[in-house]
T-cell receptor
Framework: GENVEQHPSTLSVQEGDSAVIKCTYSDSASNYFPWYKQELGKGPQLIIDIRSNVGEKKDQRIAVTLNKTAKHFSLHITETQPEDSAVYFCAASISGTGRRALTFGSGTRLQVQP | DAGVTQSPTHLIKTRGQQVTLRCSPKSGHDTVSWYQQALGQGPQFIFQYYEEEERQRGNFPDRFSGHQFPNYSSELNVNALLLGDSALYLC??????????????FGPGTRLTVL
């Protein structure tokens, strides 16, 4: 089955700096890659996703890049703010009805120092 | 527009007992997936339901079972609870058809503690 590895496990940055989180996946059939943000005591919240027919996607301060050949994808957060502090998870799945189980990475705890 | 809701918020059980967790999907969604999230780890897929049937299952024993009702809500049942079943149980919903069928929206979870 699919295996997703995520690093780093913890990341501390100064407010205003950029943060990058990287993930690799094993199943070349995976073609949907969402990123979730989870705050303490809450469920994961989708922040951005990308499909295999796209190499990069941006949404304000957040961007995701995908390299299908190398089977890795990354989350980039620019101009970090204290409210960005949370645990971030990458995930992968095979798009299509009946095959949408998400396989998650182990998470990255991001701390933005004011 | 109500998001995914789960009940109860917290639950404490003892080993060997049985537990039922409940989930109501986001409005307009008919597919429900359940995940188990142990402390400090990423969520792990348990199973997925649509059209009232289990469609896909992760690597969990058959002590874990589920059900989906005609109104698309779902239950997760765990029998013969073990200490290792202590975790946050997350429900996610998505539409079966139409745009963004891959996108899964998560509820706040049910925190299960097994003593």
């Amino acid at each position: 089955g699919e295996n997703v590895e995520q690093h780093p496990s913890t990341l501390s940055v100064q407010e205003g700096d950029s943060a990058v989180i990287k993930c690799t996946y094993s199943d070349s059939a995976s073609n949907y890659f969402p990123w979730y943000k989870q705050e303490l005591g809450k469920g994961p919240q989708l922040i951005i996703d990308i499909r295999s027919n796209v190499g990069e996607k941006k949404d304000q301060r957040i961007a995701v890049t995908l390299n299908k050949t190398a089977k890795h994808f990354s989350l980039h957060i620019t101009e970090t703010q204290p409210e960005d502090s949370a645990v971030y998870f990458c995930a992968a799945s095979i798009s299509g009805t009946g095959r949408r189980a998400l396989t998650f990475g182990s998470g990255t705890r991001l701390q933005v120092q004011p | 527009d109500a998001g995914v809701t789960q009940s109860p918020t917290h639950l404490i059980k003892t080993r060997g007992q049985q537990v039922t967790l409940r989930c109501s999907p986001k409005s307009g969604h008919d597919t429900v997936s359940w995940y188990q999230q142990a402390l400090g780890q990423g969520p792990q897929f348990i199973f997925q339901y649509y059209e009232e049937e289990e469609r896909q299952r992760g690597n969990f024993p058959d002590r874990f079972s589920g059900h989906q009702f005609p109104n698309y809500s779902s239950e997760l049942n765990v029998n013969a609870l073990l200490l290792g079943d202590s975790a946050l149980y997350l429900c996610a919903s998505s539409p079966l058809a139409g745009g963004s069928t891959d996108t899964q929206y998560f509820g706040p979870g049910t925190r299960l503690t097994v003593l």
